[in-house]
């Protein structure tokens, strides 16, 4: 018997997806910014709707059936994203509003009461400003180091400079999986290895690789993971913290408020067990359904052969504009997430995104919050697109056209 995968059908997913239908100034979209997020399946769009209709009210508190009926779908919600790390237990998951604030959780409630002059954080030069600046921020309030390891031309690691950054000094390293920016996929496994063999900690920003390709937080042996659910097809506002339970545990918490206690009083509160110990507050809970609801479909789907299908696209549009006078593509790294960042000569990027657009052709221009990069190779911002698994040859040969018209108005 066959054991052959079926084809993508990639018709069939683009009609789970309402607003792939629409046209914009004249022309059918082709949505080319998944990177900066991506569009919603209906699958999300109802069971946000179903739990809005029948089921809110508020979490953890309340006896009622309505009550009960949203801890339900929250806390389930929750396994469903410890089954999606496969993570060992709920309790290493925690809510949050996204990446930035999953980072932002584990510098002030992780490194900022831990570490001190003399200990350093080793990021890399391509990361996105939310794995940069909360670890300055660390840096100023306790006086430790930040150190960046360089990436090279094609927009990869150097690895060797890495690992020379590494030393017994290195209390932390964060490092993007994937970068938004470039398209690089780090090499994770080789720097949790190192990482630990060094006696430091590994967060990895996951907030584009979660879309592309499958997370085993346990094969990967990080200890922070954290990403964003409009990334992966599911809502915004709603993103998940994985931290190993020995050191949620041990971390304090780093808001205060309802939902995070055990008791208060005035003299002294005492906190919440975990994960609840990081939630204070009415979480994002239609978010948390909606999420689980990304994670069914894009599980449902199979995410290696949505990224296979990418990869094709991306390697058809690197090869298409490639071919294109004046065209230079901005990370060109040998192992790629469906990321194609660009410069055309002669346009600036934001001009190239308004003629495209004009074409319906959505693209994202600018530096991607990563300054730093396009510092590294000299240039004030990109043009990037982006794809999903929703995208198609004719969204490639689209983007094609539209450059096409681009480089008539530009000469
Ligand atoms: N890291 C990377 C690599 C990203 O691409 C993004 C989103 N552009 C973020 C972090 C921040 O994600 P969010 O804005 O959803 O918190």
Redesign the pocket.
């Known amino acids: 018997m066959s054991t052959a995968a079926a084809p993508f059908d990639v018709t069939r997913v683009r009609r789970d997806f309402p607003i792939l239908a629409q046209h914009v100034n004249g022309h059918p979209l082709v949505y080319l910014d998944s ?2 997020s991506g569009q919603r399946p209906n699958a999300v769009l109802r069971a946000v709707e179903r739990y809005e209709t029948h089921h809110h009210s508020n979490v953890h508190r309340g006896v009622h059936a309505l009550s009960q009926a949203a801890t339900e779908a929250f806390e389930g919600a929750r396994e469903r994203a410890r089954r999606f790390l496969n993570a060992r237990s709920r309790r290493e998951i925690v809510f949050v ?7 932002n959780l584990v510098a002030q409630a992780f490194a900022r009461p831990r570490f001190g002059p003399g200990d350093e954080i080793l990021i890399t030069g391509l ?5 940069i600046v909360p670890w300055q921020m660390v840096c100023e309030q306790t006086g430790c180091t930040l150190k960046v390891a360089p990436i090279d031309r094609r927009g990869e690691l150097d690895l060797d400079r890495f690992l020379r950054q590494l030393t017994a000094r290195t209390r932390l390293v964060a490092v ?5 920016a470039l398209g690089t996929v780090l090499p994770v496994e080789r720097i949790v290895e190192a990482a630990h063999s060094c006696g430091a900690l590994v967060l990895l ?1 996951g ?2 690789a979660v879309p592309h390709t499958a997370i085993d937080v346990q094969a990967l042996g990080c200890d922070f993971y ?1 990403f ?1 659910g ?2 992966l097809y599911g809502p ?1 506002g709603i ?1 998940v913290l994985f931290g190993r339970e020995e050191l949620l545990e041990e971390m304090p918490p780093w808001q205060g408020g309802g939902d995070m206690i055990r008791t208060v009083s005035f003299e002294k509160s005492t906190y919440n067990d975990l994960p609840w110990k990081f939630e204070a507050g009415t979480p994002n809970i239609s978010g948390a359904v909606g999420l689980a609801a990304a994670m069914d479909y894009l599980e449902g789907l199979d995410i290696e052969a949505v990224a296979a299908h990418e990869q094709r696209l991306l390697a058809l549009a690197t090869a298409e504009l490639s071919r294109i006078p004046g065209l230079e593509i901005i990370g060109t790294a040998a192992h790629k997430a469906a990321v194609l960042s660009f410069t055309l000569r002669g346009c600036h990027p934001h001009d190239l995104g308004t003629i495209l657009d004009s074409e319906g052709v959505a693209i994202r221009t600018g530096h ?3 300054m730093p990069v396009m510092t590294f190779f000299d240039i004030p911002a990109t043009a990037r697109a982006s794809f999903g698994c929703y995208n198609t040859e004719a969204d490639v040969d689209a983007l094609v056209a539209a450059l096409g018209k681009a480089r008539e108005v530009f000469g």
């Not at 993007?176 to 938004?180: E, G, I, P, R």
């Open positions: 990177a900066a509003r996204g990446t930035t604030e999953g980072i990361e996105h400003h939310a794995n993007a999986h994937v970068s938004n920003d907030a584009q954290a964003s409009h990334k915004t993103g991607h919050c990563a």
